[in-house]
T-cell receptor, first 113, second 113 residues
């Protein structure tokens, strides 16, 4: 079955880069996503990558995809205190009639001064 | 264009009562997904609906849980005879079609006493 794993916690200093990693098992994944969840809030889509891409950059965010190893990473450049949140990777594959998202367990990013 | 709306934002129920959670998708979106987030965990898919049809309910518990998305009005997730283990955040997402990005609502936080 599908399984998406992430490390639970990451602490970085303000101004440094953050790298959040994710591994998945479903080789039929078509899209892979990164969501941000702030305390008590819903999920905000940060970025996504199609499975035939290796890299996608969007301002401070860089997504790298290693499809062979089923490894996805999110790099946040110049990390700010406002980036403190839980980050979820998610994958979807159009199996039959549903394109449900399968989420990782989330990585809590703590940004220190 | 208002985002996905969920109400109530917080719901407290005693064991054995019923909980009704509402989700109004974004305008023009006819696909609705419900996810559950237990404390300190990622989101788990529950059910996927289109107008008047349940497409995939593979993540729904077999008993006490039901969902609908009528022709008019919001999607409803109904939990009968709630138990403490139902305490969680329930998120709704909507999309204009199966292959499109899912936009998440702010969630309903259910607490069962």
């Amino acid at each position: 079955g599908e399984d998406v794993e992430q490390s639970l916690f990451l602490s970085v200093r303000e101004g440094d880069s953050s790298v959040i990693n994710c591994t998945y098992t479903d080789s039929s994944s078509t899209y892979l996503y990164w969501y941000k969840q702030e305390p008590g809030a819903g999920l905000q889509l940060l970025t996504y990558i199609f499975s035939n891409m290796d890299m996608k950059q969007d301002q401070r965010l860089t997504v790298l995809l290693n499809k062979k190893d089923k490894h996805l990473s999110l790099r946040i450049a110049d990390t700010q205190t406002g980036d403190s949140a839980i980050y979820f990777c998610a994958e979807t594959s159009n199996t039959g009639t549903a394109s449900k998202l399968t989420f990782g367990t989330g990585t809590r990013l703590q940004v220190t001064l | 264009n208002a985002g996905v709306m969920q109400n109530p934002r917080h719901l407290v129920r005693r064991r054995g009562q019923e909980a009704r959670l509402r989700c109004s998708p974004m305008k023009g979106h006819s696909h609705v997904y419900w996810y559950r987030q237990l404390p300190e965990e990622g989101l788990k898919f529950m059910v996927y609906l289109q107008k008047e049809n349940i497409i995939d309910e593979s993540g729904m518990p077999k008993e006490r849980f039901s969902a609908e998305f009528p022709k008019e009005g919001p999607s409803i997730l109904r939990i009968q005879q709630v138990v403490r283990g139902d305490s969680a955040a329930y998120f709704c997402a909507s999309s204009p079609s199966q292959d499109n990005e899912q936009f998440f609502g702010p969630g309903t936080r259910l607490t069962v006493l």
